[in-house]
Nanobody
């Protein structure tokens, strides 16, 4: 059974940092690209970042470029999203997602094989 579970969200002040984790099971983690997307109330889903199966390619939305860092540990079957210099507009539910086998990274925010329930990130003073 495919399973992805996010953790690490919370409330942080503008300019602060958070590190999200994605714990997975039920699929061969090392063979798929992993994406992060977010969804805020009343807004469309936004692809935030993506990392290739080997971790040698990283992709970021312009809105987070230079502030977020994606990484993965294939031995632990986990992915991470380090978020820095957070802004109020980063407030959203953040999800990690498995791309289908053979699908390379993209930031469309759709077309995933599976994804987790998400973790809430709130940036507010």
């Amino acid at each position: 059974q495919l399973q992805l579970e996010e953790s690490g969200g919370g409330v942080v002040q503008p300019g602060g940092s958070l590190r999200l984790s994605c714990t997975t099971s039920g699929f061969t983690f090392a063979y798929v690209d992993i994406a992060w997307f977010r969804q805020a109330p009343g807004k469309e889903r936004e692809g935030v970042s993506c990392i290739s199966e080997k971790g040698d390619q990283e992709f970021y939305a312009p809105s987070v470029q230079g502030r977020f860092k994606v990484s993965r540990d294939n031995t632990k079957k986990q992915a991470y999203l380090q978020m820095s210099s957070l802004k109020p507009e980063d407030t959203a539910v953040y999800h990690c997602a498995q791309l289908p086998f053979g699908t390379t990274c993209h930031l469309r925010g759709t077309g995933y094989a599976s994804w987790g329930q998400g973790t809430q990130v709130t940036v507010s003073s």
